[in-house]
């Protein structure tokens, strides 16, 4: 599936903040229409209006995925109410846009996307929601990219971000830039309390540096320090604590393996000892079990995404996906 990029008649903008937007400067597409004719409808059913968003209270945040939301909820504190859109264990590629996420998002006074063409879903939910004072920010302005194609982007590619693999965050340091983007979000729609949010983001920056710290020093004690990954989704992950990624059994990223590039696996594995194949729950065991049996390769089972929307869960679900890693290659 290719990712669906939109693009802005006049995006807004907010001197020093690249990633934010408005909601008004967004351009609808077919699609959307037609999902803004159901939103019609669980609008009159719940008899709710965009104008609610501008209620007092709590700062609503939306996240298309758990990790923004898990730093957002760190960075906001007790300013701030976090939800997310994609569950943790399903693929994010894929998100099936409900009515009940555009009626989230109505209520909403910011949403955090992706970026690098990951949640073009989220563009339809933003649209349906039909909340003209969402501000939106797009987390992974701020990030390099890893594997960004050089040349032209084709089908023979298979599924790959013509902006770079975005599954950034699970990259401590991209998470801690990330934590600074929304501290400046948050202080734009709440001044009184910006101060506040910069502390709690310069917080979070450092457990991020001391989990990377103390995980690299493990990694680096490992005898092996190369495994397989299923999907693309963990070169950041990898390229942070000095894990190689020897191959992935995708041959292209969406598409999944012939016989002929398991095969070549196989080799992979014996000559370089490769014991882990990290993988996400709700891919096929297929290829794990044939790597297992054929080269005695152990088949590590993690979501890509923390379990929780909460202050904490991000940087956890990373140290914890690490010590499954080590306890499966010793
Ligand atoms: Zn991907």
Not at 93 to 107: A, I, K, N, Q
Not at 292 to 319: F, N, T
């Amino acid at each position: 599936m290719k990712h669906r990029v939109l693009e802005y008649k006049h995006a807004l903008k907010l001197s020093g903040s690249g990633g934010l937007r408005s909601a008004e400067d967004r351009v609808a597409g077919p699609l959307t229409v037609a999902i803004m004719l159901v939103w019609h409808v669980a609008v009159m059913f719940l008899g709710i209006g965009a104008t609610e968003a501008l209620a007092k209270g709590p700062i609503r945040v939306v996240a298309s995925i758990n990790d923004l939301a898990s730093i957002a909820a760190e960075v906001g504190g007790g300013q701030v109410e976090v939800q997310a859109v994609a569950r943790p264990n399903t693929d994010v590629h894929r998100v099936e846009v409900l009515p009940s996420y555009m009626v989230r998002v109505s209520r909403a006074d910011l949403y955090l996307m992706v970026g690098l063409g990951l949640d073009g879903w989220a563009d339809q939910i933003i649209d349906g929601s039909r909340n003209n004072h969402l501000v939106i920010l797009d987390c992974g302005r701020g990030i390099t990219p890893l594997d960004r194609p050089t040349g032209k982007v084709d089908a023979s590619m298979g599924d790959v971000h013509p902006d770079g693999n975005p599954h950034y965050w699970l990259d401590p340091r991209n998470g801690a830039i990330v934590a600074g983007e929304i501290a400046e979000a948050l202080g734009r729609l709440d001044p009184a309390n910006s101060e506040r949010y910069r502390q709690r983001a310069a917080e979070l920056q450092r457990k991020a540096e001391a989990l990377l710290a103390e995980k690299k020093t493990s990694v680096a004690a490992m005898p092996v320090r190369v495994i397989f990954t299923y999907h693309s989704s963990w070169v950041y992950l990898g390229a942070a604590f000095g894990l190689e990624i020897a191959a992935s059994v995708e041959p292209v990223p969406g598409i999944p393996p012939t016989a002929g590039h398991l095969q070549k696996l196989i080799g992979i594995a014996k000559e370089r000892n490769v014991s882990v194949l990290l993988q996400e729950p709700y891919f096929s065991d297929e290829a794990g079990s044939f790597l297992a049996r054929e080269a005695g390769v152990r088949v590590v089972k993690a979501s890509a995404s923390c379990d929780e929307p909460a202050a904490g869960s991000w940087l956890q679900h990373i140290g914890s996906v690490l010590e499954r890693i080590l306890a499966a290659e010793n």
